[in-house]
């Protein structure tokens, strides 16, 4: 089974500077996608960003951006420019060849200070 | 186009009760997936419907029950109801299939309380 480990419960940045959430991830699979999901006080849970694991080439989307490490495992999430409309929690999640279900971590909470 | 919605937004329920939650998928999305977030945690699995059939399934009891629509909206049913079934519960909904890996796209969740 796989397993993903966010090991920052909370964070905090302030504004306008670069945060960076870490995440760590167990498989023995070898196709798999990787995502970043944001979860604001709302509660619905908006994706981020989406890796595949055949590629390369990290994942960018705007002021966001990944550090993808496939030897080591890692799917770190890199944000830019922070905003304070970037609080929130932050999951990272896997989704194996089977490709029906999504694996969270814990998440990591994200304070954006003014 | 039509995100994914989902209702109620919160019930209070007794132990012992039953519940329905009911799941629209976004619009041209034929596959729903259903998952129970508590509180402080992420989400976790408990099954997944494509073209009316169960596709998968997390480590949830039978009393977890589920259903597809043609229209491919979605009902989550759950008997029995137990106090630790408080929780968010979050459905997605996706363009898939059998195997294939596709971005799933989040409602904003139904708030279950058992009391």
């Known amino acids: 089974a796989q397993t993903v480990t966010q090991s920052q419960p909370e964070m905090s940045v302030q504004e306008a500077e670069t945060v960076t959430l870490s995440c760590t991830y167990d498989t023995s699979e070898s196709n798999y996608y990787l995502f970043w999901y944001k979860q604001p006080p709302s509660r619905q849970m908006i994706l981020v960003i989406r890796q595949e694991a055949y590629k390369q080439q990290n994942a960018t989307e705007n002021r966001f951006s990944v550090n993808f490490q496939k030897a080591a495992k890692s799917f770190s999430l890199k944000i830019s420019d922070s905003q304070l409309g970037d609080t929130a929690m932050y999951f990272c999640?896997?989704?194996?060849?089977?490709?029906?279900?999504?694996?969270f971590g814990g998440g990591t909470r994200l304070m954006v200070k003014p | 186009e039509t995100g994914v919605t989902q209702s109620p937004t919160h019930l209070i329920k007794t132990r012992g009760q039953q519940v329905t939650l009911r799941c629209s998928s976004q619009?041209?999305?034929?596959?729903v997936s259903w998952y129970q977030q508590a509180l402080g945690q992420g989400p976790q699995f408990i099954f997944q419907y494509y073209r009316e059939e169960e596709n998968g399934r997390g480590n949830f009891p039978p009393r977890f029950s589920g259903l597809q629509f043609p229209n491919y909206s979605s009902e989550l049913n759950v008997n029995a109801l137990e106090l630790d079934d408080s929780a968010l519960y979050l459905c997605?909904?996706?363009?898939?299939?059998?195997?294939?890996?596709?971005?799933?796209?989040f409602g904003p969740g139904t708030r279950l309380l058992v009391l």
């Open positions: 997605a909904s996706s363009l898939a299939g059998l195997a294939a890996q596709e971005t799933q796209y």
């Open positions: 619009s041209g999305h034929n596959t």
């Open positions: 999640a896997f989704m194996g060849n089977a490709g029906n279900m999504l694996t």
